[in-house]
């Protein structure tokens, strides 16, 4: 029965929430958009040849399509769980089955079902969840779903009764959580699991119970290697292009071994501010968020008003925190809070000090460069950690402990385990805390910060002081400007934050009360626990369901029509030119952080978090300012640019090299430094870039040969394309080398001349190139991930391990159950 009433209430609210998906409206999702267009020239293969390309040729040049769409048939164990992820569409499903996966979670750690309820709607309704659905995050999302079975399978391993049962949940769950494929989300809970292990291990010293604890962590270690195992596929190609990717750094930066990891800047650059981490409990202490602007009648359009630009008040940014960007806050909700302190204050020492831990860990993780020492700590002897940017994606782990600790403060209430004036007492201390912080930033909050008062001032004395020189100084008075409206209207800005931090801080005080007289209703009359937990779960869903529709609501929907890719008319004339492997730079876009030409066109640009680190280089030191030469490199053949009248308009750029030619001369570079500078120099029609070692070590030739050269003036042309397979015919009286404007990576590609497999080497920095004998030949470019029929076979074998261990465990409790 409760789990019955639980996934009806949490498919209720799911779709009250999302109802216009029911009606057929659709959400629109940045990242979507994004990967629809990175992903269309994949599926436009296969559809077309029936093969996995494996390979994206239509963005940044060219990159191994591993971490955006590549098939991996063996793995058997997430292929199971699509037709149960796809009985709720998303994105209603997601919070639906993020609330089911707590619930699921919380009965492996033996809390009774009816309770269970209340802390999973504050896991599934948490707006950071409500967030990264609206911005189209959907493999972060599936991570979060299948992150708290994972961690209910290693407690049930590692404490509950039954650890046969806990390995086979373990390793089911942690491979559909590596399955969904985001790393950064599922290394944050392996390091609270590592928080956790490291507790059990403490009571077992103490207890003596080592060889026990032993036992079990062979069978987590187990688990944990069928779970890697039955993703290997994944991994393994994922590891082995991380390599050359912008999350191993440049090897600008470090010689040809690279940084190792991304710039330690750049990757804190999302760091949560040490103040805004008020806003767990306080929603809107910093703002809300980036794109939220202040009211038409508020504070800050009343100090615009004399000058005639009370509109302008609507454009100016009500967040002050210290994140470049944010599309909200990780707010927890009041009533979970409160709960959560409630549960510090009642549960053992065992229960509590390991998820405290942990809570406290990821917080000063996500500080990033406001607790550097931390930071840098973990960057430097941390496995793989240097290779994650957005630090403040820890606090997913604070989001998951804080609703546990919630669910086992109400156990502990639901079962009476202990004393009322034990339960009296945190009671107070936990609606003193967390009632108390919420009073004080009600009345006095605006005393305690600035809310951004100094920079808003500075920001807007220069903002105005443009406005005046590019009009002149005489145009002073008829603008009606003088010299103190900066201060007024910063003045004014910090004012308007304030009150919505105070009026959020009164909000999150009601919900603390009211969820505390809940508590209190259990203490005082135990017989009425039922309908405590009910108002509790209401109290729990209604504070964060409040905040959660300011980010995403049934206004962000819209008609699927205005989700259909239209080409537009520049679209159209590209797409009528028949000329093969031509690429396009589409400046109405940002083109570096915008897949979205891809989807008809090979685009020069792309959006992609791991972009290839060479390419990365050209993009900051040529294609940003648009160098010609380098377009022509890359074979740009089309500029699409705003016209007159705004729409996009095609431009031919007639100078673009071709898809490959024949060099006359050698410029030789030792290091990637050189290699990189010698593309201003060097005449890229004539000339290729060559790293000589690079070349010996390639192809196999004596140290400080360098690669032939045409002399007698031979031809070379494209006659096939795909993303995975390029077909040239060339002519040539005397031995070339050929440039390619194809993106070198030799970790699957091979060059064949004539059907026999030829050596390859990089020029021009990231081009491939190749020596041709003289005559009329054909040359192919073939792309496999290499080893793959090993590499899958381990990935089945492990996936199918997995499903059988799961199989025969049931099949064996089924016949003892019959048996009885």
């Known amino acids: 029965m409760p789990a019955a009433v639980a996934v009806l209430l949490f498919f209720t609210l799911a779709a009250l929430y999302f109802a216009p998906q029911f009606g057929g409206d659709v959400l629109p999702q940045h990242d979507v958009r994004q990967y629809e267009g990175a992903s269309r020239e994949i599926h436009r293969t296969r559809e077309a040849y029936g093969e ?40 209603a499903g997601l919070i639906f089955f993020a609330m089911c996966a707590f619930w699921v979670m919380l009965r492996m750690m033996k809390i009774d079902p009816w309770v269970g309820i209340v802390p999973s709607l504050a896991y599934g309704l948490s707006t950071y969840f409500l967030l990264i659905i609206g911005a189209g995050h959907l493999t972060k999302m599936w991570a979060l779903v299948y992150a708290p079975p994972m961690m209910g399978g290693i407690w049930m391993t590692l404490r509950g009764g039954r650890p046969g049962w806990g390995g086979a949940l373990t390793a089911l769950f942690a491979s559909l959580e590596i399955g969904a494929n985001h790393p950064q989300i599922t290394y944050y809970f392996l390091l609270a699991a590592a928080l956790f292990w490291l507790s059990e291990g403490i009571v077992a010293l103490r207890e003596k119970l080592l060889k026990p604890f032993a036992k079990r ?145 990821m917080l000063l993780l996500a500080w990033g460069h406001h607790f550097m020492g931390l930071t840098e700590l973990a960057y430097k002897y941390l496995p793989g950690y240097n290779k994650f940017r957005t630090v403040s994606m820890a606090l997913v782990v604070v989001q998951w402990t804080v609703p546990l600790l919630a669910a086992l403060a109400l156990q502990r209430l639901w079962c009476a385990e202990l004393p009322a004036a034990r339960l009296r007492r945190a009671l107070a201390w936990a609606a003193g805390v967390t009632g108390g912080l919420c009073l004080l930033f009600a009345v006095v909050g605006g005393q305690l910060f600035d809310f951004g008062r100094e920079a808003a001032v500075e920001q807007m004395t220069a903002q105005f002081n443009r406005i005046l020189q590019a009009n002149g100084a005489d145009d002073l008075l008829r603008q009606g400007l003088d010299a103190t409206i900066g201060e007024e209207v910063g003045a004014a800005m910090a004012d308007e934050r304030a009150a919505m931090m105070t009026a959020d801080a009164w909000r999150s005080l009601l919900f603390v009360l009211l969820t505390a007289a809940a508590v209190g209703l259990m203490i005082v009359r135990p017989a009425w626990r039922g309908a405590a937990v009910a108002l509790a779960g209401v109290l729990v869903a209604a504070d964060l369901w409040g905040v959660d529709v300011r980010y ?17 008319g520049a679209d159209k004339l590209i797409l009528g030119d028949t000329t093969p492997g031509f690429r396009v730079l589409n400046l109405t876009v940002s083109p570096f952080n915008d897949a979205t030409t891809s989807y008809y066109h090979r685009s020069v640009g792309g959006y992609h978090g791991a972009k290839m680190s060479r390419y990365q280089d050209v993009i900051d030191r040529y294609l940003s300012s648009n160098d010609e030469a380098v377009l022509d490199m890359l074979n740009t053949r089309y500029l699409i640019l705003p016209g007159a009248d705004g729409r996009p308009e095609a431009h031919l750029r007639a100078t673009a ?18 290699e990189l500078a010698a593309l201003a120099t060097a005449d890229l029609r004539r000339q290729a870039v060559v790293n000589p ?58 060059a064949w001349v004539d059907g026999v497999e030829t050596p390859y080497f990089r020029a021009d920095y990231l081009l491939r190139a190749l020596e041709l004998p003289a005559g009329d030949h054909t040359v192919e470019w073939r792309f496999r991930a290499p080893h793959w029929g090993a590499v899958e076979g381990v990935t089945g074998l492990c996936s199918a391990a997995i499903l059988l261990l799961i199989a025969g465990l049931a099949a064996a409790e089924w016949y003892k159950r019959k048996k009885r």
Do not use: C
Request: aromatic content about 12%; overall charge negative; hydrophobic content about 45%.
């Open 52 to 91: 996995d390309p494996q390979w994206i040729g239509s963005m940044f040049g060219g990159m191994p399509a591993y971490l955006v769409d590549v098939r991996y048939p063996a793995q058997l164990v997430k292929d199971a769980a699509v037709p149960l992820t796809r009985a709720v569409p998303i994105p």
């Open 217 to 361: 962590t062979a069978v987590l270690a187990a688990a944990g290697l069928l779970a890697l195992g039955s993703n290997f596929a994944p991994l393994w190609y994922t590891a082995q292009h991380a390599k050359d990717t912008t999350r191993s750094g440049s090897e600008l930066a470090a010689g040809d071994a690279g940084s190792g990891g991304l710039d330690l800047a750049y990757a804190t650059a999302w760091s949560y501010g040490r103040a805004e981490s008020w806003n767990l409990l306080i929603p809107d202490f910093m703002g809300s968020d980036s794109a939220r602007a202040f009211s038409e009648d508020g504070p800050v359009a009343a100090a615009l008003t004399p000058y005639g630009m009370a509109q302008a008040a609507q454009q100016l940014p009500a967040y002050w925190g210290e994140q470049p960007y944010t599309g909200g806050p990780t707010y927890l909700g009041a009533a979970a809070l409160f709960l959560a302190l409630l549960g510090v204050l009642l549960v053992g020492g065992r229960d509590r000090w390991w998820i405290v831990a942990a809570s406290l860990v």
């Open 552 to 568: 995403l609501s049934s206004d962000d929907f819209v008609s699927p029509r205005r989700q259909q890719w239209t080409p537009s």
């Open 657 to 674: 090299q071709g898809a490959a030619w024949l060099v006359r001369d050698v410029v030789t570079a030792s290091t990637p430094q050189q």
């Open 693 to 750: 070692a690079d070349y010996a070590r390639m192809t196999g030739a004596r140290e400080g040969a360098l690669p032939a050269v045409d002399t007698l003036g031979g031809t070379i042309r494209l006659t096939e394309y795909r993303p995975n397979y390029l077909k040239y015919e060339y002519a040539s009286a005397a031995p070339a080398t050929a440039v390619f404007s194809e993106i070198f990576y030799d970790k699957g590609w091979t």
